[in-house]
């Protein structure tokens, strides 16, 4: 009797730890795929120059990857020094893209007075504006007037009961775009 209960305890014990490897292996997948994910965009969008001529392509490219579809989870706002963007993502893929400028007060294209521009994703906080790393108060047109894309993928764990609890984002940022050099 007593070698029954050591064998039965050695099974639970073994189980126990093929669960956890089992873990890790899925996770580092899971991972792995949404860094992937990640990278794609982020490179689409440097080569491109812009997020909306490069949708319809990684949406087919998401496809290809097997990367996961959300129909109900939206990405939130972000706040870059008091300045509100919006996702620019409309497609059913779990991922995030924030156009954010580095001044965009001086922007032409965005207002600083309040309220929402459709064509930027951009919200302004109070009568502020903000700026990225401006510590001068040069008021040259190529100081800080480019922009950048925050790009937010997320791996997931398809458990039938921990869906929504296991799930770990990962951030990438492209690299500045539409910035001019005077270099005269």
């Keep these: ?8 305890i050695l099974f639970y014990i073994v189980i126990f730890i093929l669960i956890i490897v089992m873990f890790f292996v899925v996770g580092s997948i899971s ?8 990278n794609r965009i982020i490179q689409s969008i440097e080569s491109a ?8 392509e990684l949406t087919e490219d998401l496809k290809r990857y097997g990367y996961q579809t959300s129909l109900t989870e939206k990405c939130k706002k972000i706040t870059v020094n008091g300045v509100q963007y919006e996702n620019l993502n409309d497609t059913s ?4 893209v924030y156009k954010i400028y580095l001044n965009p007060k ?23 504006g903000g700026t990225i790393g401006d510590t001068s108060n040069s008021t040259s047109s190529n100081v800080n007037s ?5 790009v937010i993928t997320y791996t997931h764990f398809d458990l039938p009961l921990a869906q929504h609890f296991i799930e770990f984002a990962i951030n990438g940022e492209t690299k500045i775009l539409g910035k001019s050099y005077n270099y005269s």
């Design 93 to 96: 893929y779990r991922y995030c």
């Design 31 to 38: 991972y792995s795929k949404a860094y992937k994910v990640k």
């Design 106 to 128: 001086n922007s032409s294209s965005v207002s600083t007075t309040g309220g929402t521009l459709a064509s930027t994703g951009l919200t302004t906080v109070g009568e502020t």
């Design 146 to 150: 480019g922009y950048y894309y925050k």
């Design 49 to 56: 120059g812009n997020y909306e001529s490069v949708k319809d």
């Design 1 to 8: 009797m007593h070698s029954a209960i050591g064998n039965s």
